[in-house]
């Protein structure tokens, strides 16, 4: 039996304030460069808050999607797609440890597992809940048997 595919998210208020803070950090970045260097405003306020923008937009959109056979963990920063037999484990600091053929394992940062320091501990409850739901996901994987996925 085939699992739905699922996405994982943090609160939406979280992921709100992330969003909405980014195009203001953006501009105090435009103006501490504009203090720092000789440079001219416009270009300068334009370039950083478009970087802004488009990092607040990832904020937003920030989550885990579990498929069939990886996992794809959308941050802020960077998108990685891990395939479900190389996830070790999932810590309690959300962090997914993943190990593909002999190499060191990895540690791969997932912004949905984790509440950020400003959040004063709300949420708790569905950031655990989301990698309880992944390690689960990850177990089911170890349990299935090479006749169980001919047959499906």
């Known amino acids: ?6 996405t994982l998210r ?5 992921r709100a304030v992330a969003a ?10 435009a103006r501490l460069l504009l ?3 000789v440079l001219p405003e416009l270009p300068v306020y334009v370039a950083c808050l478009a970087v ?8 937003w959109t920030a989550r885990i999607d579990l498929r069939d056979d ?19 484990r999932v810590a309690e600091n959300g962090r997914i440890e ?11 940062p997932a912004e949905t597992l984790r509440a950020p320091w400003w959040t004063v501990r709300t949420g708790a409850s569905t950031y655990a809940r989301n990698r309880e739901e992944l390690r689960s996901w990850v177990r089911t994987a170890s349990r299935r048997h090479p006749d169980d996925e001919a047959a499906a």
């Open 98 to 108: 993943w190990q593909a053929g002999r190499s060191r394992a990895t540690r791969s």
């Open 52 to 59: 802004a923008v488009v990092l607040g937009y990832r904020a």
């Open 20 to 29: 909405l803070a980014s195009p203001v950090i953006g501009y105090f970045v």
């Open 70 to 88: 990886s996992l794809r963990v959308h941050n802020t920063l960077v998108s990685t797609t891990v395939a479900r037999e190389h996830v070790r």
């Open 1 to 6: 039996m085939r699992q739905p595919n699922r």
């Open 35 to 37: 203090e720092l260097f």
């Open 10 to 14: 943090a609160p939406s208020p979280h």
